[in-house]
């Protein structure tokens, strides 16, 4: 099992910028992929971008691509997910995803709010 925890999540002006944070603790060995998705009400879940944690290759969603930056910290079990010009349809909650494939996540964090205010 994996425990994933989100946090940084809050309240920013259209512009501004925000880093989110995903620490992932229990059988990390397992995990090969990790991710951001988004979801606001009445919507499906977005993804947001991807990280292979052993290369530190990563794959972004055209909607957040040059604005957003994933990165990981294997000596942390951390993923990073830094958001810059943000816009106010960033807004969502923000999870973080673990998987051994790109694509099928069976751990998921409870997601943290990200309000970007016009």
């Known amino acids: 099992q994996v425990q994933l925890v989100e946090s940084g999540g809050g309240l920013v002006q259209a512009g501004g910028s925000l880093r989110l944070s995903c620490a992932a603790s229990g059988n990390i060995a397992s995990i090969n992929v990790m991710a951001w998705y988004r979801q606001t009400p009445g919507k499906e879940r977005e993804f947001a971008a991807h990280?292979?944690?052993?290369?530190?290759?990563?794959v972004y969603a055209d909607a957040v691509k040059g604005r957003f930056t994933i990165s990981r910290d294997n000596a942390k079990n951390t993923v990073y997910l830094q958001m810059l010009s943000l816009k106010p349809e960033d807004t969502a909650i923000y999870y973080c995803?673990?998987?051994?494939?790109?694509?099928?996540?069976?751990?998921w964090g409870q997601g943290t709010q990200v309000t970007v205010s016009s």
């Open positions: 990280i292979i944690r052993s290369a530190g290759w990563t």
């Open positions: 995803a673990a998987g051994t494939r790109i694509g099928s996540y069976s751990y």
